[in-house]
């Protein structure tokens, strides 16, 4: 297997911390572009209420994996540098002190202007204070009738120890004064809130005189919690979140059965190391510094909110309030004329391949309807998919198990590991086996991120093989959501090379040579790097050089290092970046001729294209991977060559477009900070809208 190699640091900037950024910052400040977008009054008011949960959810993510990481090197006594120059706990400190500030961000853009903003539409969240008396009977009622038989309070005394309290559970505590019926003096109680009830509920127009009001579950509890403790007194009471370690640790090279033991794991992972309390504003010193105890938590691990502390349960309001002037105007898919009952999926892949497909402005329909003809298609022999991450209720799944159901043979590569999905994975995995499909789980040790379909089929000529492969997961939701690019082809070659891939994920052997794809972790840096090194030689010889790259995340050291040499070379570099990016653009003698974009906007930015000009002999490749350590050395990765008229239509549409965009993207600046492009005196250009327009004009909708 290829081994990451040891590249020279250019002379001129030997300081790690002048040539790379620190990823988790790098992390943080993306949370802080979409913070933006809550924040921008040209998004449609409930669109930026919904920004404003993303960035909540993205940062207890940040907290659960990346957070924990550090603090389990720390604790470690770890005190060797980064890559970056910077040690684990002057990271920690750094991260400390940023994610502070756009906590108490997020608060002020919720309370300052987005619920404000929203009463002025009718849409109001009631407070406590304000409360009418008849919201208060109303509420009352509620609670007595709906919330409280399910609710079981728990005094803390020696015999009622301090709980394990689930990751990101609401809970609430309560300081007592009196004793019990038993003669206890408990002093503190925990109210731990199901799940199950919702955290914000809807209120009637007749009792709140909104049109859409809601009240906080944590309010309604608040104002009767005194009924749960008869004849005592509650000093105060106070909400409370903790954030926990979710890394899971399975030593895939010591188990005999991996997904035994990721059942296992998954049991531990909402107990986790506590990482992070999040606690109301007003809670009194000595309710906090108990909570730290028990916790083993420092004062720079507690982050005291206004509000409530389940921010990201916000998220369900947009979709529960029909007011389509507050969101962003209906889309729907574009669905290609070739695409109906009557056409074969297979035919048209013959006839036009390479066929590319730009999601989400163009429908999934194509990648949906090839699983689904190849089950039902009597000429068809066998399938095999991987599968990372589907959602529920899956119609790809349901066609592979249909296609098995009708004896063909079916093949899926399962990621167990698929971070957040691992449950999801493992139920997936059962229900395929009781179908009757040959379910894999990968190569121990190596993540399968790889997003390929191969369909075999008995045709007059002899067998013929079909492919997909794609830059995003087979999941039909995210597909509607997320920007990437399908690619169907009956190319031989192609289909030879992901025959291979598969044989090396299902059974054992050495490295396959392939003809046209690249694969992690065997030869992608290699090609990456290797192509960048071409650049080099291009511009040194006088031609122009010249890279443009987009991806989700750039962190890879020696491929950075790599762009500082081709960018002293001078090859002129454009990288759109979505979320990390640790090198540092437009350093005088290091990186002058390197800009770097990200673009947030309706949809995630989630393709991966990669363009070099190689004197006019274009290369462009769309990958499952981003340029990071892991992607090219510790996960099965695909990269694809395209060419032709395919080629200048992904370089237009996901490369070009976006480096014109003004209105949705932000310029990374040597420092680290990003800085928000804008028109000035230039036409507005946004690059999601201006492709949600293109193929509306060119094509049918998908309904």
């Not at 909400?239 to 926990?244: A, E, N, P």
């Not at 999040?278 to 909570?291: A, G, Q, T, Y």
């Not at 959501?481 to 044989?503: G, K």
Request: proline fraction near 5%; charged fraction near 25%.
């Amino acid at each position: 297997m290829a081994q990451n190699p040891l590249t020279a640091t250019p002379e001129s900037h030997p300081d790690p911390r002048e040539r790379l950024i620190n990823r988790e910052l790098g992390l943080l400040r993306f949370n802080e572009r979409v913070l933006d977008l809550a924040a921008d009054e040209s998004i449609p008011l409930l669109e930026r209420l919904r920004y404003l949960c993303i960035s909540a959810s993205n940062l207890d993510e940040f907290f659960e994996v990346r957070v924990a990481g550090t603090r389990q090197k720390v604790l470690a006594g770890v005190e060797s540098a980064g890559v970056d120059g910077l040690s684990p706990t002057q990271e920690l400190i750094l991260i400390t002190q940023r994610a502070h500030a756009l906590v108490k961000h997020q608060y002020e853009l919720l309370n300052k202007t987005l619920f404000p903003s929203l009463a002025l539409e009718g849409i109001k969240f009631f407070r406590r204070s304000k409360w009418s008396p008849e919201l208060q009977e109303w509420v009352k009622n509620l609670f007595e009738q709906d919330i409280a038989p399910v609710l079981s309070p728990l005094g803390l005394d020696p015999s009622h120890p301090f709980p394990r309290l689930i990751n990101k559970s609401l809970t609430f505590i309560i300081e007592l004064e009196g004793n019990d019926a038993f003669g206890r003096e408990p002093g503190y109680a925990l109210l731990r809130v199901p799940r199950s009830l919702p955290r914000v509920i809807p209120v009637p127009k007749k009792i709140g005189g909104a049109e859409h009001g809601f009240v906080f579950l944590s309010s309604v509890i608040h104002a009767n919690v005194n009924n749960l403790f008869s004849g005592m007194t509650p000093k105060g009471i106070f909400q409370f979140k903790v954030t926990r370690n979710s890394h899971l640790y399975v030593s895939e090279e010591d188990v005999a059965n991996l997904k035994r033991a990721v059942e296992n794991e998954l049991l531990q992972r909402s107990f986790g190391q506590a990482v992070r309390l999040e606690i109301d504003k007003d809670c009194s010193p000595r309710v906090i510094k108990f909570l730290q105890k028990q916790y083993k938590l420092e004062e720079n691990d507690v982050y005291r909110v206004n509000g409530p502390v389940n921010l990201n349960r916000l998220i369900a309001i947009p979709d529960q309030i029909d007011r389509p002037d507050l969101k962003f105007d209906a889309f729907r898919p574009a669905i290609a004329s070739y695409l109906n009952d009557d056409i074969s999926i297979f035919s048209t892949i013959r006839q036009q391949a390479p066929l590319v497909v730009h999601h989400p402005y163009e429908s999934y329909i194509p990648v949906t309807e090839l699983v689904r003809q190849a089950a039902a298609d009597p000429d068809v022999l066998a399938i095999k998919q991987t599968l990372y991450r589907t959602g529920h209720d899956s119609i790809i799944v349901e066609h592979l198990m249909e296609a098995s159901r009708r004896g063909k043979d079916v093949t899926v590569v399962i990621e167990l590991l698929a971070r957040f999905d691992e449950e999801a994975n493992v139920s997936l995995a059962n229900q395929l086996q009781e179908a009757g499909i040959q379910v894999v789980y990968g190569v121990v040790g190596f993540k399968t991120h790889a997003k390929m379909l191969l369909v075999v089929r008995r045709e007059k000529a002899g067998l013929n093989r079909y492919v997909h492969v794609g830059t995003g997961n087979y999941h039909t939701t995210t597909a509607r959501t997320y920007t990437d690019i399908s690619l169907l082809t009956d190319d031989p070659e192609t289909a030879e090379d992901v025959n291979r891939v598969f044989q090396q994920l299902t059974g054992v052997g050495h490295v396959l040579k392939l003809k046209r794809l690249e694969q992690a972790p065997f030869t992608l840096h290699q090609r990456i790097v290797g192509s960048i090194a071409n650049e080099i030689q291009i511009a040194n010889s006088g031609s122009e050089g010249r890279i443009i790259a987009r991806m989700n995340s750039l962190v890879d050291p020696a491929t950075v290092n790599a762009l500082y040499r081709a960018s002293q070379a001078g090859v002129k570099i454009d990288l759109i970046v979505r979320g990390i990016c640790v090198l540092r653009p437009q350093v005088p003698g290091l990186s002058e001729n390197i800009r770097v974009v990200s673009v947030l906007g309706r949809f995630l930015e989630h393709s991966r294209v990669f363009y070099f000009k190689n004197n006019s002999k274009e290369l462009l490749f769309i990958s499952s991977a981003d340029w990071m350590p892991r992607n090219f050395f510790k996960r099965v990765e695909i990269a694809i060559p395209v060419k032709g008229p395919a080629l200048q239509r992904i370089k237009h549409e996901c490369l070009d477009m976006y480096l014109n965009d003004n209105c949705s993207s932000w310029k990374l600046q040597p420092s680290g900070e990003y800085k928000r492009r804008n028109p000035g005196k230039k036409k507005s250009f946004n690059v999601q809208q201006r492709l949600i327009n293109l193929h509306q004009a060119n094509f049918d909708h998908d309904d």
